[in-house]
C-alpha cells in the first residue's frame, strides 16, 4: 500500500485541474438609428467590476458578411471557451446565433461579434466564460496518508 501512495502522488503533481466560469452581459442600445447600437459590459460575478460603458468595441468591414461586424471584447483573458446562454428579446429574429451574433477567440481574449441587422438592434446578451482552474493539494495530506498505510 505505501507504493501505491507514492506512484499516486508522483503522478498526480499534487495539482487538481477543473474549471470555473464567470458571467458577462453586453447590453446594446440604440443612441442613432444610422449607427450601431453602443454596448455596456457589465460584469455579473460580485467579486468583479461592475460595468464598463467604453467596453472597447470596434467595427470591422467583412466582404464574406456583406458588411461591418462589430467585435466587443468580453474581458475573459486566459478563458479556455466563451458561450453566449440567451440573448432579450429571445424572440429577436435580427439577431440569430452563428449567422449574425456569436463569440470568437482573437488573440489573448474573447469577443461578441454582431453582423447584419443584429449590429443596429437593442438587444441584451448574456455571456459565460471557462476558466481552467487549478488547486493545489496539500502535501501535508499525501504524507500524511503515506505514514498512516506504513
Not at 457589465?42 to 461586424?69: H, P, Y
Not at 424572440?91 to 443596429?120: A, P
Request: with cysteine.
Amino acid at each position: 500500500m505505501h507504493s501505491f501512495w507514492i506512484l499516486l502522488a508522483f503522478f498526480y503533481g499534487g495539482e487538481a485541474q477543473s474549471q470555473h466560469n464567470q458571467f458577462r452581459q453586453y447590453t446594446c442600445i440604440i443612441t442613432n438609428d444610422k449607427e450601431p447600437s453602443d454596448c455596456t459590459l457589465m460584469f455579473k460575478d460580485d467579486t468583479e467590476r461592475t460595468t464598463i460603458n467604453d467596453s472597447g468595441c470596434f467595427i470591422e468591414k467583412n466582404a464574406t458578411q456583406n458588411g461591418i461586424v462589430t467585435y466587443c471584447p468580453l474581458q475573459c483573458p486566459e478563458a479556455e471557451s466563451a458561450y453566449v446562454m440567451l440573448k432579450r428579446p429571445s424572440n429577436n429574429n435580427k439577431c440569430l446565433t452563428f449567422f449574425t451574433y456569436n463569440v470568437v477567440r482573437r488573440q489573448n481574449d474573447w469577443f461578441l461579434w454582431r453582423s447584419g441587422k443584429c449590429v443596429f438592434e437593442e438587444i441584451q446578451f448574456d455571456i459565460g466564460c471557462t476558466f481552467p482552474f487549478k488547486k493545489n493539494i496539500n502535501p501535508n495530506i499525501i504524507k500524511r496518508n503515506i505514514e498512516i498505510t506504513e
